[in-house]
């Protein structure tokens, strides 16, 4: 089975502060592993992902993450916080079990950037 | 090009009542996703499509629930003898593929009361 957490539903940091919102997640087979940001009466975008290459992991926005099996965590960060990041991040996990590929989501967190 | 739609952005409706949410996918993609997202939480799986089938369809609550994609490319959640606890954001994503590293593209949900 695979499961996701994200510890800390709200985190708030000073504009220009370093961002680190993080997700630990347990999967019995070798996991994918994506970020998505929702902004106010948006669908969800994706950050970034894991898909087994390289471990630190580049998205848009000048987020990153890395990937780190022994402590089972994908923690997102970003040097220097904007006003524009804030918005809610999810953690997801994928795996191929039974035949498919099935998507558990974090419960989130909401980032919020202090002027 | 255009996104992920969902119609209608908004649905209200009584207890008991029947309720389709429709998910216009981007053109081209061959796997369709529907997740409900309640208060609070992260998006949960109900129902994946490949082309006009239900790969997996385990997430479903129970069979007051029903989704069907008869062309491969717009989808209908039916939802029968809507209960209060059906309220939430019904979200809609599509993939170009169904493989576990294809980015999924969301779109902005449907907000579904039950009164």
Redesign the interface.
């Known amino acids: 089975a695979q499961s996701?957490t994200q510890l800390g539903?709200h985190v708030s940091v000073s504009e220009g502060a370093l961002v680190l919102l993080r997700c630990n997640y347990s999967s019995s087979v070798p996991p994918?592993l994506f970020w998505?940001v929702q902004y106010p009466?948006?669908?969800?975008?994706?950050l970034l992902?894991y898909?087994s290459a390289a471990t630190l992991v580049k998205g848009i926005n000048g987020f990153e993450a890395e990937f780190k099996k022994s402590e089972t965590s994908f923690h997102l960060t970003k040097p220097s916080a904007h006003m524009s990041d804030a918005a809610e991040y999810?953690c997801?996990v994928?795996?191929?079990t039974s035949g498919?590929?099935?998507?558990?989501?974090?419960?989130?967190t909401r980032l919020k950037v202090l002027a | 090009g255009a996104g992920v739609s969902q119609t209608p952005s908004n649905k209200v409706t009584e207890k008991g009542k029947y309720v389709e949410l429709r998910c216009d996918p981007i053109s081209g993609h061959t796997a369709l996703y529907w997740y409900r997202q309640s208060l609070g939480q992260g998006p949960e799986f109900l129902i994946y499509f490949q082309g006009t089938g239900a790969a997996d369809d385990s997430g479903l609550p129970n069979d007051r629930f029903f989704a069907v994609r008869p062309e491969g490319s717009v989808s209908t959640l039916k939802i029968q003898r809507t209960e209060r606890g059906d309220s939430a954001v019904y979200l809609c994503a599509s993939s170009l593929t169904s493989g576990g590293t294809d980015t999924q593209y969301f779109g902005p949900g449907t907000r579904l009361t039950v009164l």
């Open positions: 996701v539903s994918y998505y009466n948006q669908g969800l975008q994706l992902k898909t999810f997801a994928t795996s191929f498919t590929y099935k998507y558990i989501f974090g419960t989130g």
